[in-house]
């Protein structure tokens, strides 16, 4: 195990968002090593580090790359800073703390991939986080670091952009948010052909989420192999991990990105509030299939909650503890995915609102008998059948939480009530102080 | 539903013209950050600055950033409609939004947008009636760390408690 804190050894100190700040903390060294190294030695640095995607599908970035057609110019960069997933909240803070971090993570991926534009895609609601952004690319044009010549001296001009969404969970789905980026409605695409082929405008692109690029000047600094040491298997590097709900310490946390998610939420967290019990957790974001407590004794790497029947998806840990009804939980979940169905495909357009539908009545103690069983029966017909993993994402919460706590449901409709009451609930916690980066810690 | 009130392609001709200018000029250098042949790409940017300018998208502005960027009025109404953070219809003064998503809701959402809806006596999208605040029921604004949060005229409020909320709405002028 290891300390290493790659992204958030500044988080919370003053200043840390401006180009002297960053400077004098060793930032874009790693841009002037790298214009003296060919691009594809950079690729293959990458792919080395074992690094994979933190949006939430967890793909092999290096690997992701190596897509793009040889021959087809202009490609495209476009950074996912639509974080909007439940329970993720990490990308804002590096936006926030570490603009330049990511930039510099741009200008190296657009310099190993031969790329001259690029877009970040961030989320309307994030306008302090854009204003950030966009006075610290200011800063780096100012500064002569991108323009017509990377750092002002390299044969290689990048330019980067921020574009602002405006409300829509949904383009965060990468297809999605092609679309959004060429001024229409976020409708997903059929894939293939994947963007890394034909993407934004018809050319290739590359997306990648913030956290990913953030650290690719770590990489490019300390090798691949470093990385790679610093997580297990074929997940290299730490990763940020966002904790939220019944716990006595929230925050982001930077882990090995194998970490034991009890020792977070026990240790690292302090435990649940007022020393209750864990009763479920959802480890990944509101689309991961929800956890136990008694199986919460997991690594969470990619592929150690993959085998526990779970995702990693985009870190957002949601703890929940013995006062929540399950049902209630689930009605919110619910009524997130019809909300924000795109209205493409009927499966998820017509279920996502009908699950809802039944989860209210049902916490209402106006369920009917088989609502169980017919709430399955919905989720198993959009799982699977969209164009999208949005319809999954609305299925998988459903089917996880039948399957694990199935009783507190037939439970609901047996005593035509909720056996919490609205207290649990509603109950106000308070602030209690969030650790956000180690320095306010 | 149909729109009984469809944006055709001269409606901008009525929008006073000082707003019509300063649409133009703000939308110039963001112009500049598309290809050339993709002008429609700043669809979200024009927008967002014709609601800015106009205070919500009428088919008036929805038909002056189509014909700004050379798309039909349809198309713009079509992005206008899609995306939460867009108003088709009249706004209070200030737009107060509650996140009730999970992580909030575990920290006590609920209780605060109930309360927020009793202060004001307004139900979700509801607008006081002396066009103070709007309030509405958001999605997840990734702040869930901090929870609870929402959005005040864009601008985002955490770690709110009952009293924080309701002083804060009770402040807007």
């Not at chain 1, 793009?68 to 110019?73: E, G, I």
């Not at chain 1, 691949?224 to 019944?246: D, E, I, P, Q």
């Amino acid at each position: 195990m290891t300390d290493t804190l790659i992204l958030t050894a500044r988080w919370g100190e003053k200043d840390t968002h401006t180009l002297a700040s960053y400077r004098a903390a060793g930032g874009y060294a790693a841009l002037e090593k790298a214009l003296g190294l060919a691009p594809a030695a950079i690729v293959e640095e990458v792919k080395i580090s074992n690094l994979r995607g933190r949006g939430g599908a967890g793909f092999a970035t290096g690997l992701k790359w190596s897509f793009l057609p040889k021959d087809v110019r202009p490609r495209y960069l476009t950074v996912n800073a639509d974080e909007s997933e439940p329970g993720t909240f990490k990308d804002r803070y590096i936006l926030e703390y570490e603009p330049h971090m990511l930039i510099e993570g741009i200008a190296l991926t657009c310099y190993a991939n031969d790329i001259h534009t690029a877009y970040v895609y961030v989320r309307g609601e994030f306008a302090r986080q854009a204003r950030v952004l966009e006075a610290a690319l200011a800063e780096a044009y100012q500064a002569k670091i991108l323009g017509p010549r990377l750092l002002g001296k390299a044969e290689f001009a990048l330019d980067v952009y921020v574009h602002r969404g405006a409300g829509a969970y949904i383009c965060g789905e990468e297809s999605a948010l092609l679309e959004s980026l060429e001024g229409k409605k976020g409708y997903p695409r059929l894939k293939p052909p994947f963007p890394a082929v034909i993407g934004l405008y018809g050319r290739p692109t590359i997306i990648n989420n913030v956290e990913t690029l953030a650290n690719i000047p770590w990489i490019v600094m300390n090798g691949g192999k470093a990385f790679a040491a610093l997580g297990v298997g074929k997940s290299g590097g730490t990763r940020l991990f966002c904790v939220s709900g019944h716990v006595n310490r929230p925050g982001v946390y930077e882990k090995p990105v194998h970490y034991n998610l009890k020792k977070l939420i026990m240790e690292d967290c302090g435990g649940n509030l007022g020393g209750r019990a864990v009763k479920a957790v959802i480890p990944g974001g509101s689309s991961a299939p929800v956890l136990s407590a008694s199986e919460i004794d997991v690594s969470m790497e990619f592929d150690a909650l993959k085998a526990a029947g779970t995702m990693a998806g985009s870190g957002g840990v949601i703890v929940m503890d013995d006062s929540t009804c399950l049902v209630r939980a689930l009605w919110r979940i619910a009524k997130f995915y019809a909300e924000e169905s795109c209205g493409q495909c009927t499966p998820c357009r017509e279920g996502c609102p009908w699950m809802e539908g039944v989860l209210e009545r049902m916490e209402h103690g106006e369920g009917q008998a088989g609502d169980v069983d017919k709430l399955l029966q919905m989720a198993n017909n959009i799982g699977g059948q969209t164009i999208c993993p949005l319809g999954d994402a609305a299925a998988m919460p459903v089917q996880s939480f039948l399957k694990k706590f199935r009783p507190e449901f037939e439970r609901h409709l047996a005593e035509r009530r909720c056996p919490f009451g609205g207290e649990a609930w509603g109950r106000t916690q308070g602030t209690r102080p969030a650790f956000i980066g180690p320095a306010k810690s | 539903m149909p729109n009984p009130d469809p944006p055709t392609a001269g409606a901008w001709q009525d929008l006073p013209e000082d707003g019509v200018r300063r649409f133009d000029d703000e939308l110039a250098p963001i112009l500049r950050r598309y290809p050339e042949d993709r002008r429609a790409s700043a669809m979200l940017p024009a927008l967002r600055l014709g609601q800015e300018i106009f205070s919500h998208l009428t088919p008036a502005v929805m038909a002056l950033a189509a014909d700004r960027l050379g798309v039909s009025p349809a198309r713009a109404e079509e992005v206008a409609t899609f995306y939460v953070m867009f108003h088709t219809r009249p706004v209070g003064r200030h737009v107060v939004e509650v996140c009730t998503n999970v992580s909030c809701c575990l920290s006590g959402a609920d209780r605060i947008y109930q309360a927020l809806k009793e202060q004001l006596g307004v139900e979700n999208g509801g607008t006081t009636a002396d066009g103070r605040v709007t309030l509405r029921e958001v999605e997840c604004l990734g702040s869930c760390g901090t929870a609870p949060a929402m959005l005040v005229d864009g601008e985002m409020e955490e770690g709110l408690t009952l009293e924080k909320v309701e002083r804060t709405v009770g402040d807007l002028k």
